[in-house]
């Protein structure tokens, strides 16, 4: 068996999601109700993906009266900039330069967005 990855699945980042929304924090029983009006889910489940998030250092939790209160120990911009660097280490070598290549040839980008990206390079310069 191999050992969980630090790196967040689809399914912790839209947990984490949820948690970065909640400012004051969110219980188990706020995030189970917001995936749910999306899929069905079990409550215990959630409670391990909790559970999950704050081993992998993700969350940090506190009791609140008789329910434990989840909030995030990172910012979303700080987590989401590890996930792309860890991305980019992983499947191109550390260079983000293939990847940014692969999506300009990839015409998924819109005119608004690359003159953005024009813009932010002429920035960096």
């Known amino acids: ?3 969980k ?8 980042l839209q947990i984490m999601d949820i948690i ?7 219980t188990v029983r706020d ?4 995936l749910r009006a999306k899929r ?3 409550y215990t489940t959630v409670m391990t993906n909790l559970k999950t998030l704050e081993r ?3 969350l940090k939790t506190s009791q609140q009266e008789r ?5 995030p120990m990172r910012p979303k911009q700080q987590v989401v900039r590890a996930m792309v660097r860890e991305f980019i280490d992983r499947v191109f070598d550390g260079s983000a330069r293939p990847l940014l ?14 003159q953005d990206i024009t813009k932010m390079m002429r920035k960096k310069k």
């Open 20 to 26: 970065w929304q909640h400012s004051a924090g969110a």
């Open 40 to 42: 069905p889910i079990a």
């Open 67 to 71: 329910a434990y209160l989840y909030r």
């Open 31 to 34: 995030v189970y109700e917001a």
């Open 5 to 12: 990855s630090p790196t967040l699945t689809a399914h912790e």
């Open 101 to 114: 290549l692969h999506m300009l040839e990839d015409d998924q980008l819109t005119d608004a967005e690359l």
């Open 56 to 58: 992998k250092g993700y």
């Open 1 to 3: 068996m191999r050992p």
